[in-house]
């Protein structure tokens, strides 16, 4: 309106402008249209790639190709009349066939709504014969669990009036995956490797709204889930198996097989969340999520080959099977908590949870053996999960100085487990407890911006876990310090640690692990000619437990190790004599070397060099290359080159 | 009632830094003398410690505006027009109206007029709860911060201008681009980050996934502000809903413990970022045939049978056969 209302006023002084008295006068001033703007980036580029040694490892672990890809987008774009949006900005990478391809849009209104869209494309390729490949050694290749897969996420979520007293919303999301991949068909003492075509997705609906007053906020929000799974497993190839041997004189395999997974679920839930401040020393907070998922479940199975029923000691050449079963999982998660400042200087926080769960399930299922035509069985199953699980903490902090925090606390963790059974244990059921005990302590120290740390201690005597590798008889502890040397030189590092063990002498678990890292970052100048980053980190890790050996009975020990060095660096480098923006260079990358139950080398060095031949417009080179080699499993080792030429737009 | 005012003035103490709260806010105040008497205990233990300077003149600063600021500090004014703090300067709500600096820093009549650092509030100097006071007096009662106060952060003293420059440009104020909120995080979490180095791992180097992505860094009920979706699942099943469940046969660790029983969500040198080198010993751990009964161990999963001969290449890897291991909706053995 203002802009018409400048226009309008503007006429009169244009008219001015026919006469020749009015040439002599300087110009009226002419009101200008604001103009939405557009702000932002764009990368198109090549890549080029080079792999050597495994391409089905290269694969699991980088999977990038080559083509031309739009690598980056980045545009904002702010609206002049502010009618519609203020701002939206648009995001993506990877797009033209990248692993990773992602999308998000964020448009709002101040006052009026803030969208946000999310869309992440990830493509999921895992072929490793190191990890399931009982054939190997007779020289086939053939990771029996792998995929060549994609799961793509979108999330939609719709905020209006923020900011306001009330605040309705509105998300949506859905989650998929679907691909291809090897998996195995178990049948008797036999399994045979075979195809496998993994389909599922997930909508979740939501909605609610968040009440926020001056002393208090409540959120109330209602959502439900559908989930389908409609994988297929099947084969049409006469297939032996992994156990070759004949038994009695008959050779196992399978010819043909349909395995046909009809998955159905829903859940409703619900969620309150609450915050108040009702007096000035206190703050208050709770949350109440209640869900029900319900699955259902139809799944069928056509088998022709050669079997065996162990138990009867049959022979038979095809079956049917059918199933039909429901699981049922109501869940209930609370959480209760305040902050309480009596004095100046102290605060007491007390929280309590608890989260419970109860899965009750059945299942009929009908196995009918076609050949020889034999008694159709009928089988009925139940099967219960039942977790109840209980935290109570309370934590004091206390200000020595300003500058000093003292932390101490405690929390008590209790609870049980109850599930089936093993098949010959004897009991239906089988109940694990949990009884918890933690002391906690620390202090924080924060001399102003230069100098700060932090010291983390939680211990606990441990009674009772949920298994045998839970945390019982452990202490944590973490130191955080960071120091500014110079405004342009930092230096932090970390240090924690954790311990464990299991003293009930049918476990003998004991377990160690340590993470201590380094870090620099110099930036001089504000970074306008050289910035460098570097990182170091060493990490150990020893875990010893025993377990009996099932062929023998002997005590045999499961030891694990790993120890981990990394590091990585980067340094810009903006090139002297061009100004400031003139062409830079970049280097640097990452290694890691690990020793012990899996060494592993990976080596990720990475070069780049931009050159803006216009103002908005860069020209760039990157090379990057992958390097990995594990030396108990050389066929899974690789080398892989990645160069990549682009451009980059800019306004 | 003189009695009352005798108190209000003295009790709680006020932090000498701190301003009077802005008109429609809450000043951070310790507690009310009828709140404890463990208070009054602690207040005299508090007030024999040393206390900070109160100004030499005890008339209370007022409010100046924001133009006021700017006339000093034009550079900061000019960036935090792109800061969405901004619309505080029109925040009638609250009562910030064009006083958008002071909202933060409080009244600061007395430093225009002696432009000394002591008569205004700065709040990256002031103790980490009164600085984030400064914060939550707007953002206190927002869904965010329902599990603040027990989050790792806050009991760590991590303030909120750690990860949020206020001064700045929207992106800075609250990162959003993955690569920046994973810088931001890296900042501090440097272990963490260089477990991503390693070859199996979730992908945020490549930008597919940020740490926000499963972690709230404002707090959560679950530990280590796990995420959560579906009201109070763990935030991976937002992308691996499959693994969600229920199923007819559940594998019991999944749910009582979640997905970092057996994985590394960071990264590992071990396929499927498994926390031990093969599947065997992962699963073993557990079932590890103790001739114990679950009753005496109170640990489930440990008790036989398991008859498979360990040194057939056929039962090395245990997902073979159990190829349903995060449940099955079919086979009690997570056969099929």
């Not at chain 1, 059921?429 to 933690?438: P, Y």
């Not at chain 2, 206190?140 to 106060?149: A, D, E, K, S, Y």
Request: hydrophobic fraction near 35%; glycine fraction near 8%.
């Amino acid at each position: 309106m203002k802009i018409w209302l400048l226009a309008l006023a503007a006429l009169p002084l244009a008219a001015q402008q026919t006469t020749p008295a009015a040439q002599e006068t300087p110009a009226a001033p002419v009101a200008s249209t604001p103009e939405t703007t557009i702000t932002g980036s764009v990368d198109l580029g090549y890549r080029f790639n080079s792999v050597g040694g495994s391409l089905d490892a290269f694969r699991s672990v980088v999977d990038t190709g080559s083509g031309v890809r739009l690598l980056g987008l980045d545009l904002t774009i702010e609206s002049a009349t502010r009618k519609w949006f203020d701002r939206i900005d648009v995001r993506g990478s990877g797009w033209g066939g990248d692993p990773y391809t992602t999308a998000h849009v964020d448009a709002a209104r101040h006052d009026w709504y803030h969208f946000n869209f999310d869309y992440r494309d990830v493509a999921y390729f895992n072929f490793l014969p190191s990890f399931a490949d009982p054939t190997i050694g007779n020289g086939v290749f053939l990771d029996q669990q792998s995929f060549d897969s994609h799961r793509r996420m979108m999330d939609f979520d719709l905020e209006l009036l923020p900011g306001h007293w009330i605040v309705p919303y509105l998300a949506y999301s859905r989650d998929s995956g679907w691909g291809r991949g090897v998996t195995d068909f178990v049948n008797g003492i036999n399994s045979y490797p075979v195809e496998d075509r993994p389909r599922d997705s997930t909508n979740n609906y939501r909605g609610g709204v968040r009440l926020e007053m001056k002393k208090f906020h409540v959120t109330l929000e209602q959502g439900g889930t559908t989930f389908k799974d409609d994988q297929q497993v099947f084969t049409s190839n006469q297939n032996f198996g992994n156990n070759t041997a004949p038994l009695l004189g008959e050779q196992l395999d399978v010819t043909n097989l349909a395995q046909a997974y009809g998955v159905r679920g829903n859940s409703i839930y619900s969620k309150a969340l609450l915050t108040a401040n009702p007096t000035p020393w206190l703050d208050l907070f709770g949350e109440f999520l209640y869900s029900r998922p319900d699955t259902n479940v139809n799944y069928s199975q056509y088998n022709v080959g050669q079997f065996v029923d162990l138990t009867a000691l049959l022979f038979y050449t095809s079956e049917l099977d059918l199933l039909s079963g429901v699981a049922k999982e109501p869940h209930t998660t609370a959480n209760l908590g305040f902050e309480m400042r009596p004095v100046r200087r102290l605060r007491v926080i007390e929280s309590w949870m608890t989260d419970r769960l109860h899965t009750a399930s059945s299942a009929a299922l009908t196995q009918q053996i076609l050949t020889p035509a034999m008694t159709t069985l009928l089988n009925s199953f139940t099967s219960l999960l039942v977790m109840n699980y209980n935290r109570e903490q309370v934590d004091v902090l206390f200000d020595l100085t300003s500058r000093i925090t003292l932390r101490g606390g405690y929390r008590y963790e209790w609870g049980n487990g109850l599930t089936d059974g093993a098949l010959l244990s004897g009991s239906p059921t089988e109940t694990g407890r949990l009884k918890r005990q933690v002391g906690l302590g620390g202090v924080s120290y924060r001399a102003l911006q230069k100098l700060s740390f932090s010291v983390d201690f939680e211990g606990s005597g441990g009674d009772r876990g949920y298994f045998r590798t839970s945390l019982q008889d452990y202490q944590k502890a973490r130191i955080q310090a960071r120091y500014q040397l110079r405004q342009s030189l930092v230096f932090s590092a970390a240090f924690s640690v954790l311990s464990n063990q299991n003293t009930n002498p049918a476990v003998n678990y004991s377990f160690l692990s340590r993470d201590n890292s380094a870090t620099v970052t110099w930036t001089p100048n504000n970074s306008k000619r050289v910035t460098l980053t570097g990182e170091y980190t060493r990490a150990t890790l020893r875990s010893d437990l025993d377990y009996i050996v099932p062929q023998d009975f002997t005590t045999g020990k499961s030891f694990y190790r790993d120890n981990v060095h990394e590091a990585s660096t980067l340094v810009n480098l903006l090139i002297p004599g061009f100004g400031a923006n003139g062409p830079k260079l970049s280097v640097g990358g990452s290694l890691l070397r690990s020793s012990g139950s899996r060494p592993t080398d990976f080596y990720q060095p990475t070069a780049r060099f931009s050159a803006p031949p216009y103002k908005h417009m860069t020209w760039y080179g990157e090379w990057r290359y992958y390097g990995f080699a594990e030396p108990f499993y050389l066929y899974e080792g690789f080398r892989a080159q990645l160069a990549t030429i682009g451009v980059r737009f800019t306004r | 009632m003189r009695a009352d005012n005798r108190i209000s003035r003295s009790w709680p103490p006020r932090f000498a830094s701190a301003p009077p709260p802005p008109p429609g806010t809450r000043p951070f105040r310790a507690g009310h003398p009828r709140a404890l008497v463990i208070a009054a205990a602690m207040y005299l233990v508090t007030t024999a410690a040393p206390a900070q300077t109160p100004p030499a003149d005890s008339k209370p600063a007022t409010y100046a505006g924001s133009e006021a600021c700017q006339v000093c500090h034009e550079d900061i004014y000019k960036a935090f027009q792109k800061n969405p703090h901004e619309v505080v300067e029109k925040d009638k709500r609250r009562g910030f109206e064009t006083r958008a600096c002071e909202s933060c820093h409080g009244p600061g009549s007395k430093h225009v007029e002696s432009t000394s650092a002591a008569d205004i509030r700065n709040p990256a100097k002031l103790p980490v709860a009164e600085a984030d006071h400064g914060c939550l007096s707007c953002h206190l009662n927002q869904p965010t911060h329902v599990g603040r106060i027990q989050s790792g952060h806050a009991r760590n003293q991590v303030s909120c201008v750690t990860c949020h420059a206020m001064h700045k440009t929207d992106e800075e104020l609250v990162p959003r681009r993955r690569a920046a909120i994973n810088a931001e995080c890296a900042g501090c979490h440097t272990a963490e980050w260089a477990s991503f180095q390693r070859p199996y791992k979730h992908k945020l180097p490549e930008g597919a996934m940020s740490c926000v992505d499963c972690h709230n860094p404002h707090g959560s009920v679950f530990p280590h502000s796990i995420r959560t979706a579906s009201a109070n699942e763990p935030a991976c099943i937002n992308c691996h809903g499959d693994k969600s469940g229920p199923f007819v046969f559940d594998h019991a660790p999944v749910k009582l413990e979640g997905c970092t029983t057996c994985h590394e969500p960071h990264g590992s040198a071990n396929p499927r970022m498994l926390t031990r080198a093969e599947v065997r010993f992962v699963c073993l751990e557990c079932h590890a045939n103790t001739p114990v009964t679950a009753a005496a161990s109170r640990t489930l999963g440990g008790v036989p049978p398991s008859f498979h001969n360990l040194l057939s290449p056929q039962f090395q890897n245990c997902t073979v056969c159990h190829v349903k291991v995060h449940g099955s909706n079919v086979s009690q053995e997570l056969l099929r």
